[in-house]
């Protein structure tokens, strides 16, 4: 029997492979995505990679990011500074969190984590998930106390909390066949900054030559006098800080939602970014990151007009790149035998 809905779905199809203006709407909203990915999964990659700890709290990380950062801006009420105001305090909100969850990165690796270093991967494991659980419910508990939507109780301030967003970054622009909104214009913007910082990170500062030291040779590293721990409790907090500065854009985008179970949502992309690109590879993260965000971008325009009807469509074609990568390059992308191996 012939689907009546056939013809519609080919049409759509065709219209998007003969349309430079839908298609570059498509490519616009995958470079956005994918540098939100970037974001979320780069200090993933960074710490994993010198230090070989699979850290299950960096969506935790993440989640606390939004919620501080969406807090700050209802809390200046940066939705009626104007368009300058409004952005100088998303960048003094978006240093700020930085900052803070460096420190608090610091004080769980010097605290926690750097006694583990010597033992087994999976007490670093159980270590991690443990945090992110007990991160989760700190602040379901907070959430539930101060009356704020965590996803379990249907209590918003998602309305509250675009509306403190300024309207530009809603509004489309167009250039050429290009339509693009600013906040997505900030995304890539942001992601290409995340991608530049930490290559000159790595390639160009004392520290960064010190993580590549380490990554080759950890031990030949210690023979130089290179002070690993100072070096891995660096590492450590630039990747909770990246997580943060991801939590503030997550919080600018009305498609994400605020609450206690983001810290999962962007968790699972990041570890298959992680492993698509190639663990502890941070050019294979930035390759991964480009990728599934087209996808992503792909996949919503399928269910957007009709093409696909089933809702989580994205995150299967996420998945199912990662069990193809799997099955037939299980370093990934980029990865490397022994990288990020420690101890």
Do not use: C
Not at 281 to 309: E, N
């Amino acid at each position: 029997m012939i689907d009546p809905a056939a013809p519609l779905v080919i049409g759509d199809i065709v219209d998007l492979l003969t349309s430079p203006g839908e298609m570059s709407r498509i490519v616009v909203e995958g470079l956005a995505k994918g540098s939100l990915y970037l974001m979320i999964s780069a200090g993933l990659t960074l710490i994993f990679g010198l230090m070989d700890v699979i850290n299950f709290a960096h969506g935790a990380f993440t989640m606390y990011g939004a919620y501080i950062a969406g807090a700050a801006l209802l809390g200046l009420g940066v939705g009626s500074m104007g368009f300058l105001g409004a952005m100088g305090s998303i960048f003094v909100v978006m240093l700020l969190v930085f900052l803070l969850l460096a420190a608090v990165g610091v004080i769980f690796e010097v605290a926690l984590i750097r006694k583990l270093y010597e033992y087994p991967p999976i007490f670093m494991i159980l270590l991690t998930f443990g945090l992110a659980i007990t991160l989760e419910e700190l602040m379901r508990m907070i959430v539930e106390f101060r009356e704020i939507n965590n996803g379990q109780w249907q209590i918003d301030w998602a309305t509250p909390r675009i509306e403190s967003v300024p309207s530009e970054l809603a509004s489309v622009n167009e250039l050429g066949f290009f339509s693009f909104t600013g906040l997505q214009l900030i995304q890539i913007a942001f992601g290409v900054l995340t991608f530049v910082g930490i290559w000159a990170f790595l390639n160009k500062t004392r520290y960064g030559l010190f993580v590549r030291a380490g990554v080759e040779d950890e031990e030949m590293a210690k023979a130089l006098g290179i002070n690993i721990n100072r070096t891995f409790t660096a590492v450590f907090a630039v990747g909770s800080g990246l997580a943060g500065i991801a939590g503030v854009m997550l919080a600018l985008d009305p498609l994400w939602a605020v609450n206690v179970p983001l810290a999962l949502a962007v968790l699972l992309p990041a570890f298959v970014i992680v492993i698509v690109g190639g663990l502890g590879s941070f050019k294979g993260t930035a390759v991964a990151s480009l990728l599934v965000g087209m996808i992503d971008a792909l996949g919503t325009w399928a269910f957007q007009t009709g093409v696909i009807t089933f809702t989580d469509l994205d995150q299967l074609m996420i998945f199912g790149i990662l069990v193809v990568m799997l099955i037939l390059r299980p370093r990934g992308l980029f990865g490397v035998e022994g990288q990020g191996d420690h101890g």
